[in-house]
């Protein structure tokens, strides 16, 4: 057995890693941010903070997008930089990993999260694969062995998975290009269309985390920051909750939809147990306000809502490496097992 465990789970957005040894997780913004091409200035939260403030020498980017690891090196450097951050010291010793995929990608697209950790300096001893789905269901705390059926529903930044689970395993999977990202995009665009105004996509983020509601109940109200495109000039405008549910309902419809295509193609004893708990809600885009309440209403279903949704992915890989009889729920990627 391994000296240290390790889990991690690659977010579009935030980049999660947890150590058994100290039962320390780390949970911050997935960026890195180098100066003068190779230099690394700054990665996670601290490197979110340069995002469309930094000048030209210092390039700050995101390398997971919709789900899947884009920019390989610098998805590798990051990884070295949580790793110490969590170990506090260099990279030296050894460890088992085991890291969370989506389900619905490709076999490549899956062995990049492997290699990921296969090919950087940290030494891995084994490395372990186990579906995000499986995981989340594990961290909101469902028995994922037994055979009664449970329908998962992450909403992530770039993507959202819903995904029917029994038996261990994934009966039926969607994953669409719909995130808080892209509710973000919109709120810019309604934005600028309204009020010739250009607001940044991190002032579009706290817009939506302080005004979007999923059912328009709300009359709140902030201020928004940004460029007229007319005088090409510093300004401001009142943005109230009900432009922001404007920018953001057809989003919102286009992941209810997806979920009622699975309700669909679900076996109708599966649909039974699934009538009878709900679905889970889980991913940090569920924390728009109401959002639950719409999906109710749109699916007839309970929704069950964790308390923490953004690392129920992350508590779940914690459970699994820690819990002997859940160890099953891991496998190595076919083409990286050896004789």
Known sequence: MAQHLYGIDLGTSNFKIFGLTNKKTINEKNVIAKKNRDEV???????????????SNIEVSFPVKFGVIADIKNMDILFECFYKKLNGKNISGSGDFCIAV???????????????????????????????????AVGVGIDVDSPKGNLIVNIGADTTE?????????????????????LDDAICSVVRKKYNLIIGKRTAEQIKMNLADAMNSSEASCTAFGRNIVTGLPASKDINSELVYEAISECLHSIIDSIKVILERTPPELAADIMSTG?????GSSLIKNIDVLIKKETGLKVNLDD???ETVINGIAKIISTAKLKDLMYIPREKQYN
């Open 102 to 136: 989506p389900t619905d990608i490709t076999e490549v697209e899956k062995r990049a999260f492997y290699d990921m950790i296969a090919e950087s300096r940290v030494k891995a001893k084994r490395i372990n694969v186990v579906e995000k789905p499986i995981a989340d």
């Open 279 to 283: 679905l889970y809600l889980t991913g």
């Open 308 to 310: 923490n949704p953004e």
């Open 162 to 182: 819903i995904s029917v689970i029994s038996l261990g395993g994934i009966v039926l999977s969607k994953l669409i290009k719909t995130g808080g990202s892209k």
């Open 41 to 55: 200035f700054q990665f996670g939260d601290p490197a979110f903070e340069m995002f469309e403030k930094a000048p």
